[in-house]
């Protein structure tokens, strides 16, 4: 009887030499070595199934961020531990950190070196001013500028100024109450001393000149939005606020004016060259990230 002939129990005894069981055993190895070096192939460090060690934040280009430097990063830009940290604070200062390296990593590209903290910070620089400077290059219009400046008015306004007094009546005032108090203080006129005996003024509003921006943060968004629109010797409509009855008196009122374009068209140039190199800055940003391979340990993306 032959080899290929034999029964299949006599293949697989030890007691007797078969050639179909060495080919068997050969075969069964030889998958069993493939599927180790596939394993190690794509679960070794660097590669994109890899997980992120535990010393590291992330993993950008097969180049690690280290927790260590994630967390100093955090305390330097918010002075908090990695326990104390919000989710927003952590993704911004990861954001920021990711960014680093691949401006870094693109200098390197250009031919830089980066073995130093402060070559480092130089390579940011330099790729974030050769974007800037193709923004600077290209010169707008005269109609790409005036387009920009419709758009953006606000932006060219001067400060507005206001000096506002803000008195308050108790929470559920009547209606008769709320209409004597405003008699009383149209009566009053300028007099604040007057005014102040018909109905307490809030600390909300100071007794000065302030700019919008300051009232805004004095008075809160709401009374804020009636009291812009307010002319000197006006007094709004009542307000109704967890804290009470606000009535609202304008001593003065300068709204913002914009300026025209012929006399801050430099300004308005140099806005636009600003904003366009941010535009840039942006655009090479998602491009470096989009060809990068970016690994972030788990808890932290």
């Known amino acids: 009887m032959t080899d290929d002939t034999r029964p299949a129990a006599d293949t697989w ?10 080919l068997i055993l050969c075969a069964i190895g030889a998958l069993l070595g493939l599927a180790i070096a596939g394993l190690g192939l794509f679960t070794a460090k660097g590669t994109r199934t890899s997980s992120v060690p535990a010393e590291d934040v992330a993993v950008v280009n097969q180049v690690p961020i280290l927790m260590s430097d994630y967390i100093a ?3 330097a830009l918010y002075d908090v531990s990695l326990g104390q940290a919000t989710p927003a604070q952590k993704r911004k200062a990861l954001d920021d950190m990711i960014s680093e390296e ?3 990593q693109r200098g390197v590209e250009l031919g830089l ?4 903290i402060e070559v480092r910070q130089s390579l940011v620089g330099a790729v974030e001013a050769q974007t800037a400077a193709d923004a600077v290059m290209a010169q707008p219009t005269e109609a790409d500028l005036r387009a920009y400046y419709d758009k953006n008015r606000e932006t060219f306004q001067s400060e507005g100024v206001m000096h506002v007094a803000d008195h308050v009546l108790p929470p559920g005032s009547s209606q008769q109450a709320i209409a004597a108090a405003l008699a009383g203080l149209r009566a009053a006129g300028p007099d604040s001393a007057a005014a102040d005996r018909i109905a307490p003024r809030s600390a909300k509003a100071g007794d000065e000149d302030e700019f919008y921006f300051a009232a805004r943060i004095h008075l809160g968004n709401r009374l804020f939005s009636v009291a812009r629109h307010l002319k000197a010797g006006e007094i709004s409509p009542p307000i109704a606020l967890s804290d009470g009855v606000h009535l609202l008196v304008m001593q003065q009122n ?3 004016v914009v300026a025209p374009f012929a006399t801050i068209r430099d300004k308005v140039l140099t806005s636009y060259v600003d904003s366009q190199s941010k535009l840039l800055t942006a655009a090479n940003d998602n491009f470096l990230r989009k060809r990068a391979d970016i690994q972030i340990a788990t808890g932290y993306q």
């Open 102 to 104: 691949l401006h870094v």
């Open 73 to 75: 990063q955090l305390r």
């Open 13 to 22: 005894s030890l007691a007797r030499p078969s050639a179909r069981r060495s």
């Open 113 to 116: 070196q980066s073995d130093t």
């Open 254 to 256: 300068v709204e913002p």
